[in-house]
């Protein structure tokens, strides 16, 4: 890569770290993590960016990175679960910790599967259209509407029953 | 913590994410990063290419069976020398002693051609002659 793509590269990553931290934080529910995540999806564009560039929407890619890391995290985590024979636990792993200090709504995210998880964030937090929600996930609109609606009348539930407990 | 609906969510989202305050952007370590991933995918192709090369040159090999070894024994050539003894009207051929093999046993004088020279002198060497 010669210095004016290291450039271009450089201001496209620092225009989007933040959100891109703030959308791995969303969906891993761990700083940290978020963190990890879009670093790791950055460096794989970087490694691919004048193919990226080609393609014309470097958004997009970047952000199916950073949530098939985010399956990916789950589905390994469900599969090391298996490996040592214990219960496979939900998608939603990282979810309910005892004495967890993290916002109500980020705790009920984590209860969602990731796919939901997506949805929910790249549609009520990104603004993105249906449209462009089955873009980034390679799916049918029907398919990012039908979670959006899944997903909308968990957090309802799940806020239902949280405040029950926490109360 | 209450969603009535989906604007009151969005709200919500923006208010919980915008509150996560990242560090500056890594952009060199994600450059180094970046790099080893390149490498790795170099090295992964130049492996691959590899692999190839060798399978084209190894299969091949396996189904092509070496070639038998040729003898070396000295080859036994039999040459017809043109006779200059030929009687007047007759055809004649030169005729080199035959191996010790082969004449073992001494052939009679039937064998020998019409009109020409018997066998035993035929294969001690010399010429022989047919009939026109």
Redesign the interface.
């Given at each position: 890569m010669d210095s004016r793509t290291?450039a271009e590269?450089?201001e496209f990553?620092?225009g989007r770290?933040?959100a891109l931290?703030?959308?791995g934080?969303?969906l891993t529910g761990d700083?940290r993590l978020?963190?990890d995540l879009?670093?790791?999806a950055?460096?794989?564009?970087?490694?691919s960016?004048p193919r990226v560039l080609r393609s014309g929407d470097p958004d997009v890619y970047l952000r199916r990175i950073v949530l098939n890391a985010s399956l990916g995290k789950a589905s390994g985590r469900r599969v090391r679960k298996r490996r040592t024979g214990s219960e496979p636990e939900p998608e939603t792993a990282p979810a309910a910790r005892v004495g967890d200090d993290r916002?109500?709504?980020?705790t009920?995210l984590m209860r969602l599967p990731a796919g939901q998880r997506s949805v929910?964030?790249l549609r009520?937090?990104m603004?993105m259209t249906e449209a462009q929600v089955a873009a980034v996930l390679g799916c049918s609109v029907g398919n990012v509407r039908s979670q959006a609606s899944r997903a909308?009348a968990s957090?309802?539930v799940g806020?239902d029953a949280?405040?029950e407990v926490s109360l | 913590m209450s969603i009535v609906d989906e604007q009151d969510l969005r709200v919500q989202l923006d208010a919980v994410l915008d509150a996560i305050s990242p560090p500056e952007a890594p952009v060199s370590a994600v450059a180094r990063k970046g790099k080893v991933i390149q490498a790795g995918r170099s090295l992964g192709i130049v492996t691959g290419l590899a692999i190839v090369a060798g399978i084209g040159v190894g299969i091949p090999g396996l189904f092509n069976r070496p070639a038998l070894e040729v003898s070396r024994a000295r080859p036994t050539v039999m040459v017809q020398q043109a006779c200059t003894t030929v009687p007047r009207g007759g055809q004649g051929t030169a005729i080199t002693p035959e191996p010790a093999a082969e004449r073992a046993e001494p052939r009679s004088s039937a064998d020998a051609p019409r009109g020409g020279r018997p066998a035993p002198a035929i294969a001690a060497g010399g010429c022989a002659w047919l009939r026109p």
């Open positions: 290291e590269f450089a990553m620092r770290w933040s931290v703030r959308l934080y969303g700083e978020a963190e879009a670093r790791a950055l460096a794989r564009v970087y490694a960016w916002p109500a709504l980020v009920a929910v964030l009520y937090w603004d909308l957090l309802r806020e949280a405040g | -």
